[in-house]
Each structure stands twice: as structure tokens, then as C-alpha cells.
């Protein structure tokens, strides 16, 4: 049981748009930074954003995030088959003084 | 541009232990903070301990607190994961992982290729 709660899968046509969600609690998301990141299978994960809604060098802009409350969104537009990974959310919780990650999210581009 | 190589995984037995490695460059290693991440097969990604840059505070998950030590020789460049005590479910990949910024106001920006450890009998 992941601390923080994800979708277990999500799906969309080639060129649409997915949102995939992560919500958590004030000792971990309400009160720190989130951050995304992208895994393809046999594969180790990859940075996607950072402090919420920021995308390092060579991101494409087709890939989003916010926060707000104790939930984050990561935003994928113009969907494209190489994007067919898992994406996780992550953070640190205060509380617990431990990070704490989603249980991860399969997306499918039919 | 940065390199994260880990090393030491193999196949323990239960109650057996293992001392992983991950060797850091193209970065000032001493200067940031760094995380050990794992993954039991076809699982999500597990937090498994923190270590400050200057190796003065350590964090840990429940699930290994007492039975893995977290540790740093930033003078070989080197983030170490000793674990002892081994159990079946610590069977996964074990990342180490660069922090950019400190708990709570930062992310992992970069990360090892993994290594496989598996408990078995």
C-alpha cells in the first residue's frame, strides 16, 4: 500500500491528452515539493518534473505538472506511442521523515 | 555528465548479507545528497534511505530500519548500502539516486542503471 495513491492504469488515443493523478495528505504532497518521473520497462526512472510544474532540460513541453492542496497532476498532451510507460509521482513526508512514492501508473496508447 | 554505476547485487539466502556499491561521477558527489530507491519484480518504486551530503543524517524505510545501513565515502566518490538480515521480500533492483535539493524541496534528478538482489533459498 503505497503512501501515496495512484491510478493503476490509464489509456488514450495517439495525439490526446491523459492526466494521471496523485493524491496524498499535508505531511507529504501539502507541504512539499512533487516531482514525476517516467519508467519503460527493464529501464531505470526518469526525471519528468520537478518542484510541481517544472520540466528539466529536454523535456518536451507536451508534459505538464501541478499541485494543489494535498494533490498532484502530471499532464501528458499529444499522446505518442513512445510514450507507453509507467510514470510515478514522488515526494518527501515530514511526518514521517522517510520519502514516499505512487504506486505507479501504466499508460497505454492505444 | 553524470554516471551513477551500482554494484554488489547477487543471490543471499535468507538471513544472509550483502554490501552494495554505487560509484559516482561527472559531479561533485560530496556536495549533494543521496537515496537508495528499489523495486521488487513487476512492483512500484520504494524509498529505501537517505543520506546528507556530508554523511551527517540518515533516514530509512520502516521496512529496513535496524537491518540496512546507509553510507558515504566522498572521498572515493561512493554511496554504500549495507544490508544485513536479508529477507525474501528485499528481493528487487536497487537504485542509488543523486538528490537535487534536500528532503522535502527536492528530487531525484539522476539514477543508476539498478542491481538485482535476490533472497532466496
Not at chain 1, 65 to 82: C, H, R, Y
Request: proline share 4%; aromatic share 12%; net charge positive.
Amino acid at each position: 500500500q503505497s503512501v501515496l495513491t495512484q491510478p493503476p492504469s490509464v489509456s488514450a488515443a495517439p495525439g490526446q491528452k491523459v492526466t494521471i493523478s496523485c493524491s496524498g495528505s499535508s505531511s507529504n504532497i501539502g507541504n512539499n515539493y512533487v516531482s514525476w518521473y517516467q519508467q519503460v520497462p527493464g529501464k531505470a526512472p526518469k526525471l519528468l518534473i520537478y518542484d510541481n510544474n517544472n520540466r528539466p532540460s529536454g523535456i518536451p513541453d507536451r508534459f505538464s505538472g501541478s499541485k494543489s492542496g494535498t494533490s498532484a497532476t502530471l499532464g501528458i498532451t499529444g499522446l505518442q506511442t513512445g510514450d507507453e510507460a509507467d510514470y510515478y509521482c514522488g515526494t518527501w513526508d515530514s511526518s514521517l521523515s522517510v520519502g514516499v512514492f505512487g504506486g505507479g501508473t501504466k499508460l497505454t496508447v492505444l | 555528465q553524470v554516471q551513477l554505476v551500482e554494484s554488489g547485487g547477487g543471490v543471499v539466502q535468507p538471513g544472509g548479507s550483502l554490501r552494495l556499491s554505487c560509484a559516482a561521477s561527472g559531479f561533485t558527489f560530496s556536495r549533494y545528497d543521496m537515496h537508495w530507491v528499489r523495486q521488487a519484480p513487476g512492483k512500484g518504486l520504494e524509498w529505501v534511505a537517505f543520506i546528507r551530503y556530508d554523511g551527517t543524517n540518515k533516514y530509512y524505510a520502516d521496512s529496513v530500519k535496524g537491518r540496512f545501513t546507509i553510507s558515504r565515502d566522498n572521498s572515493k566518490n561512493t554511496l554504500y548500502l549495507q544490508m544485513n538480515s536479508l529477507r525474501v521480500e528485499d528481493t528487487a533492483v536497487y537504485y542509488c539516486s543523486k538528490y537535487q535539493g534536500h528532503p522535502g524541496y527536492g528530487h531525484f534528478d539522476s539514477w543508476g542503471q539498478g542491481t538485482l538482489v535476490t533472497v532466496s533459498s
